[in-house]
């Protein structure tokens, strides 16, 4: 049904490692999710897979959730960076080990891993890396800024990417105007 609909590419990270994950998640095992992301692989969907780092995991957790996401070969590969949010269970977790040369190692591990998947810096891009993003993208295939993913290109070839933003941007109205 969903790839009649014209669904082909789902986002289902992994988190974190098989060992801590229990820490972050009770609703569901660690091994039902990677079976969720290899049958959703056999139906033919391309596989958005990551993690977030920063969440009490050790650095042998990082290594292990790399090593998963490495068997599981997805298409991309999200990092998302712990921005602790006041009121959830993870408001007051240490993040003074996500400094920018950790961050960074986490990514070069992640590319040099799986060089075969697109490597994205998500969530905390804008504080774990301000002001180096061209260090980040030396490595990282795309940022994502307040949600959405800016790639290389609109970075180095600025008339490029407004020449696709404005084409995103009269395909978004045209739709919204249709609907």
């Given amino acids: 049904m969903l790839k009649d ?3 082909d590419r789902i986002n289902h990270n992994l988190n974190s490692s098989r060992s801590y994950y229990s820490n972050i998640c009770t609703t569901h ?3 039902q999710r990677v079976e969720n992301i290899c049958m959703l692989q056999r139906l033919g ?8 780092i920063g969440m009490g995991e050790s650095k042998e957790d990082v290594v292990d959730m790399l090593l998963e996401l490495r068997e599981i070969q997805p298409e991309a ?3 998302n960076f712990l921005l602790p949010i006041p009121g959830s269970p993870l408001e007051n977790a240490d993040i003074s080990t996500l400094t ?3 961050c960074m190692k986490v990514l070069c591990l992640a590319r040099l891993l799986v060089p075969t998947s697109d490597i994205r810096c998500a969530a905390g ?3 774990y890396f301000k002001g180096e993003e061209k260090k980040l993208l030396s490595v990282v295939d795309s940022i994502f ?6 790639f290389t290109i609109f970075l180095y070839f600025p008339r490029i990417a407004f020449q696709r933003l404005l084409l ?3 395909s978004f109205l045209a739709v919204a105007l249709i609907s």
Wanted: aromatic residues 16%; proline residues 3%.
């Fill in 77 to 79: 590969i999200p990092i």
């Fill in 29 to 31: 095992t660690f091994d």
């Fill in 145 to 150: 800024a307040s949600g959405f993913s800016l």
């Fill in 5 to 7: 609909a014209g669904l």
């Fill in 168 to 170: 995103f941007l009269t």
């Fill in 125 to 127: 891009r804008e504080v």
């Fill in 100 to 102: 920018t040369s950790y």
């Fill in 45 to 52: 969907f391309e596989i958005c897979s990551g993690g977030i």
